[in-house]
């Protein structure tokens, strides 16, 4: 291949193309991205840069040195409009064009907002560093308080940050204990405890009926989210953080499938053989349990740009997806680690330290006894220690 594109700009561009270089492949390596800064990391923004500890070059994927070993062409600020695979470009917003061999799809997401929303002073969501930079701006102007809409670990973070900050914070989650899909109840309790410990109002099985707001200059501001219920919980900001809706619209037509995502087999390869996808957006197939999965995790994105390089360069079956489930969040001052793909359905045993804590480490095990994940809380060293143990990575 004499050129490859990659689309996305995030952690998943950026470690495709490292990905890439590292495979052996020599040619033209071009990355678009809707994104007018350089490539930067997600995970800061819900904490150190949005309680102003690090800035912006200290969230950045590349430096010089990068920018010259991977002889990387970066057009930001642009996006992709649409996949012309028959033609072998990538068409640009800007009417421009990329021609290319082989095309890396790393386009992510964008958040999720409640309807009515847009537009409504005072409204956050947290996705890119331009929704950081304006909800750090609004925390420091003297809004004391701050509601949040979720409580997953976006949510999560940004509550732990916002009462670092001494600020009066409610979270809002619409399902009776979060977290419990994906942890199961024993540890999502531990999680959700973690709030109260910490000063923060958590309001579960809040239905939100939508937002109270004020006129403010020629549009509205928001003063309160209305909850199903009846009652209004008072806030001068309020911060979404429901999740995802993938980035896929501009693939209709393309000749690779969509489904809440980009269809691949499970070597992150779409329809087209020419064609990856990775990242948020890669909705991949599990030949051995003929599902199909989709993460939106940091770690993910790393693990799919080693497959979808080897496939794209080797030829598709070249290499298959095997995730290691390793997700982690940091609230509250402490690290949350997650290992393995364990079942709501597993018995969890606490292997050290103590909940009432928290600080631990617990195992979940299935029907046979095997460990199937590792969680943690407060205790990176003993969780590395059982996750390299007791955890084997699936083969």
């Known amino acids: 291949m004499k050129t490859i594109a990659i689309v996305g700009g995030s952690v998943a561009g950026v470690r495709s193309a490292e990905a890439l270089r590292a495979a052996g492949y020599d040619g033209r390596l071009v990355l678009v991205g809707d994104d007018v800064h350089r490539p930067y990391d997600r995970p800061p923004l819900s904490k150190g840069f949005l309680d102003g500890s690090v800035d912006e070059d200290g969230i950045g994927l590349l430096d010089p040195a990068d920018d010259d070993e991977l002889a990387l062409e970066l057009r930001l600020g642009v996006t992709a409009s649409r996949l012309d695979a028959a033609g072998g470009r990538v068409v640009l917003a800007d009417g421009s064009d990329v021609r290319a061999d082989g095309v890396v799809l790393a386009t992510g997401g964008r958040a999720r907002r409640l309807p009515g929303t847009e537009g409504v002073e005072g409204v956050h969501v947290l996705r890119t560093l331009d929704d950081a930079v304006s909800l750090r701006a609004a925390l420091r102007d003297g809004a004391p308080r701050v509601a949040i809409v979720g409580a ?13 900050l001494g600020l009066e914070v409610t979270v809002l989650d619409g399902t009776d204990l979060p977290l419990a899909p994906a942890l199961g109840r024993r540890i999502a309790r531990s999680c959700v405890d973690l709030h109260a410990a910490h000063g923060t109002s958590l309001q579960v099985g809040a239905a939100v009926a939508g937002l109270a707001t004020v006129p403010s200059g020629e549009g509205r501001r928001v003063v309160g989210v209305e909850l199903g219920d009846g009652s209004t919980v008072k806030a001068d900001i309020v911060v979404v953080g429901i999740g995802i809706v993938p980035n896929t619209e501009w693939l209709e037509g393309s000749g690779v499938t969509l489904d809440r995502g980009v269809r691949t087999d499970a070597g992150l390869v779409t329809d087209l053989p020419t064609v990856v996808a990775v990242g948020d957006v890669a909705r991949w197939t599990d030949g051995a349990e003929a599902g199909t999965h989709r993460h939106e995790h940091w770690t993910s994105a790393g693990e799919q740009a080693a497959v979808a390089a080897a496939n794209l360069l080797g030829g598709r079956g070249s290499a298959t997806f095997r995730p290691s489930g390793y ?24 292997v050290d330290g103590d909940v009432a804590d928290g600080r631990f480490v617990a195992r979940y095990t299935d029907g046979a006894g095997t460990t199937t994940g590792i969680f943690g809380m407060g205790n990176p060293r003993m969780f590395g220690r059982f996750r390299r143990t007791e955890l084997r990575r699936p083969a």
């Open 152 to 164: 997953g670990f976006i949510g999560a973070e940004v509550a732990s940050t916002c009462r670092a």
């Open 327 to 350: 997700v982690w969040s940091e609230q509250y001052g402490r690290m949350l680690q997650l290992a393995g793909h364990p079942s709501v359905d597993d018995e969890v045993e606490i």
